[in-house]
């Protein structure tokens, strides 16, 4: 939303999150819910009766504009209503929800009604954007036309993830080298093997601190392992912390990691938005090579690439990026100035809107119908 501002635009957000109590939408609630049949079922009731009402009010509140953006959720189909009075709707998807919430998270009851609503919704939208080429296949999969879906990667806010206006205020609560992480503790991140490699280079005379930064499903499950391992004194959990605060804790990293493993579905389709961050506050990566990361990471001059779900090259990246200390400041300095001339959210804004307007002008003649009265 900031860059679509910063390009002119004028922004009518309209964020259902915020007008729901806290714990509806934290990771916990997923956690909590997926215990229950009964939970998922009555939370599932609950998010179509908030679809149906918050369309309705949505229409009411943001009134008349030329498109209407929608990033996806369960159950939700905000753009639906702007789309009937002729504004376009343009539906952005980070996953295939019906599929995420049955095989790794468990939060759906109704996952047939999902399905349906959710590949519904793909089709009705004027243009859907997905974040990686594995999406936008695993979309055409399922039947929606591959003409009006855009790959438009992750992108980071480079004016908030700014290591020069975070000088001398970084979180350290470790002594270096610190290697960071921030994010959901779900699963599918891989802090396991992080953990697992950490103990074992140990043995070999390397050692790092770890700082993870964010909750979620996994945290006591992985503070044992690090307890069981004996890493109490390198390992540090500090949950979650407010936004505005995320990049002075990055900024208190030596390494930042992303460790993603591949998902029950299959495929890695995801474009991790903390990898994004971690580089643009200057931070060397240690990633995960799937796509998103092999496409943004160099090799030894950004970060350094292991293959997903192997600990033993994960072992082999620590290895070699402890060796390589001394130059971690110069590659967070090219990992800074990459991000910031390929990957802002001004530039994902610029080219994505490019590609809509050439396909709603050639479904409506204008890329802007709304103008002309629907």
């Given at each position: ?6 390009l002119?635009?004028?922004?009518r ?19 909590e819910?997926g ?5 998922r079922?009555?939370a ?7 679809a149906?009402?918050?369309g309705?009010q ?15 959720g ?10 009937r009075?002729?504004i376009?709707?343009?539906l952005?998807?980070?996953g295939l929800?019906?599929v ?6 468990s ?14 919704a793909?089709r009705?939208?004027?243009?859907v ?5 594995e ?15 855009l ?9 908030r993830?700014d ?9 350290r ?6 290697i960071?992480?921030v994010g ?15 103990a ?10 770890l ?10 499950p992985?503070?044992?392992?690090a ?9 540090c ?12 804790y ?11 493993v591949?998902?029950?579905v ?9 990898l ?5 506050m200057?931070?060397?990566v ?12 160099r090799?030894g001059?950004?970060g350094?690439l ?8 994960l ?8 060796g ?12 800074r ?16 809107v490019?590609?809509i ?10 890329p802007?119908?709304a103008r002309?009265?629907?």
């Amino acid at each position: 939303m900031n860059a679509f501002e910063r390009l002119g635009w004028e922004v009518r957000p309209f964020i259902v999150g915020d007008r729901v109590p806290l714990g509806w939408v934290t990771k916990e609630a997923d956690l909590e819910l997926g215990s229950s049949y009964v939970k998922r079922l009555a939370a599932d009731l609950v998010r179509l009766g908030m679809a149906v009402a918050y369309g309705l009010q949505a229409v009411w509140e943001v009134g008349r504009v030329d498109w209407v953006y929608e990033r996806f959720g369960a159950f939700q189909f905000l753009g639906y209503g702007f789309q009937r009075r002729g504004i376009p709707w343009i539906l952005e998807t980070n996953g295939l929800f019906f599929v995420e919430a049955a095989k790794d998270r468990s939060t759906l009851a109704l996952s047939g009604v999902e399905r349906h609503l959710e590949l519904w919704a793909y089709r009705r939208a004027d243009v859907v954007v997905c974040v990686t080429d594995e999406m936008k296949s695993l979309l055409i999969q399922n039947g929606i036309n591959p003409e009006k879906i855009l790959v438009v990667p992750n992108g980071v806010d480079v004016q908030r993830f700014d290591p020069e206006k975070l000088r001398d205020r970084e979180v350290r609560l470790l002594p270096p080298p610190v290697i960071g992480f921030v994010g959901t503790l779900s699963p599918w991140q891989g802090l396991d093997l992080l953990i697992r490699a950490l103990a074992e280079l140990r043995t070999e005379g390397i050692t790092f601190s770890l700082l993870v930064v964010g909750d979620g499903p996994m945290r006591i499950p992985w503070e044992r392992l690090a307890q069981e391992l004996r890493l109490g004194d390198q390992v540090c959990f500090v949950g979650r912390v407010p936004g505005d605060q995320v990049p002075a804790y990055i900024a208190g990293f030596d390494l930042a990691f992303t460790g993603q493993v591949p998902l029950r579905v299959g495929e890695m389709y995801h474009s991790p938005l903390k990898l994004y961050e971690y580089m643009a506050m200057g931070k060397p990566v240690v990633a995960s090579a799937f796509a998103d990361a092999k496409r943004l990471v160099r090799e030894g001059e950004t970060g350094y690439l292991f293959e997903p779900g192997n600990l033993e090259d994960l072992k082999r990246a620590l290895r070699k990026a402890y060796g390589e200390r001394e130059v971690w400041p110069l590659l967070g300095q090219k990992a800074r100035v990459e991000v910031v001339a390929r990957h802002s959210w001004e530039a994902r804004v610029r080219s994505m809107v490019l590609q809509i307007e050439k396909i709603l002008e050639a479904r409506y003649g204008t890329p802007y119908p709304a103008r002309r009265g629907g």
